[in-house]
């Protein structure tokens, strides 16, 4: 899992949503850390598991100095970290950390626990919180709007991996060819596909971006572009869109795990849904050692 997330955070984004968010988080969820910011008394030891480029730790010191660490089993990217206050440590997983018993005041973790080994983690979140210590999680939830359009993508990328890749090929072999009656064929094939899956999965077909790749092959027909190598580009990037998105389908029903587990072993934890103009995008998790 961390090879591809260590190239995602290499492209210099702060949070884990890409592009869709220039700069940190916004709107219920930034709300949400900002109003537990003001709530940790100032000094205190605050560990963030799977911090990326380190927005939560950005956050969390907007009203005061905190004693900052980060840890994501991904290469973190220095040129981002460095701007913001704490420690940050790289290749480190949750199931396995370097800090001593009883070290932090507070542990937090936002769509990160749940992509973990949970017999092992768990255990280590409570080995290294110090007794009376706060721990607050944000988790992916299966019914989210993060996770169920992601789930119809990932979907999508699977049909076209298994129906559509090799005719991708075909035409892209008669394209370096020139071979206009195959093309004009296995080209109708493909784009009558992709017609027939819009009508009801239009959004997730766009997601796969098979659409903007058809286009691009049938637009550059006439030059002098290795095709084949293109269309073993694209069936690279889709299957590295599926194993990301495999994990997150996978993480949101770990997180059902998670909040079951952590109930049982608190009984005073707090659990809610958060959601955002009335669309759910989380699960939230909090108590105290």
Partial sequence: MSEHWTNYWKQGFLTSFGGGIKGNYQGKLKRLWLDHSKKISPGSHVLDIGTGNGALLDLLQSNHTLDLVGIDRAEINNEISDSINGVFHSKVSAESMPFEDDQFDVVIAQFALEYTDLDFSLSEVFRVLKKNGLFIFVCHNPESIIVKPNEQILNEAKLILKNMQSYIYE???????????????????????????????????????????????????????????????????????????????????????????????????????????????????????
């Fill in 171 to 289: 035409l892209s072999s008669a394209m370096i060819i020139n071979d206009e009656k195959s093309i004009s064929l296995k080209y109708s094939m493909i784009k009558d596909y992709i017609e027939n899956r819009k009508r009801t999965h239009i959004d997730a077909i766009i997601g796969t971006n098979l659409p903007l790749f058809l286009d691009f092959l049938y637009s550059n027909r006439n030059k002098n572009i290795d095709f084949v190598e293109a269309a073993r580009q694209f069936e690279n990037e889709l299957q590295l869109l599926v194993l990301r998105l495999d994990e997150l389908v996978d993480a949101s029903k770990k997180s059902i795990t998670l909040i079951n587990q952590l109930k049982l072993l608190n009984k005073d934890i707090e659990v809610r849904e958060v959601y955002e103009n009335g669309e759910l995008i989380a699960s939230y998790v909090k108590a105290i050692k």
